[in-house]
């Protein structure tokens, strides 16, 4: 045990089941994000791999009105809580949420972190944010911290990250 953080093989027991997945409102448009996500992707195949379920983002006239964006967001909201499950570890990223450094994160996506839930499930919404439904049912809200990052990118570091916190768990050195 190190730093809090039970890393993979040293809980003397059968490790968790726990799953991680993604869901992303909206596509991954250029191809360097694409290639990116599909290099972290890769690498943790033979770890813990991510599942990745991509939502369609719902169209919003050039106006932007608030009320045609909330009822946009409530349409991605109603989507992104048709695929959680009821074990679900649902954890949202927005601008508000609670930022954590590296080691911290690992601990969140610990095999053993969430006994029982089955999956954790990170949750990406549109450029608009997600729907205030969604909120309501995330056990948790990260942030990468006060900066706005376009929404792909935001997907990119969120897979960097999980690669990392797999790293650090498995006390390999990618993390320094």
Known sequence: MRSGISLAGESGGEESALKLALIAVGSLKEKYYREACAEYSKRMALMRPVEIVELQEEPI???DSPHLVEKALEREGRSIL????????AIALAPGGMAMDSEAFA???APLSQPERKRMVFLLGS???LDKAVYAVCQRILSFGP???PHQLARLMLLEQIY???????GRRYHK
Not at 82 to 89: F, I, T
Not at 164 to 170: K, T
């Open 147 to 149: 900066m706005t990052f």
């Open 127 to 129: 450029s608009h944010g």
């Open 107 to 109: 601990g969140l996506i």
């Open 82 to 89: 048709s695929r959680l499950r009821p074990d679900d570890a």
């Open 164 to 170: 990392r916190g797999q790293m650090i768990l498995a």
């Open 61 to 63: 006239p050039d106006e």
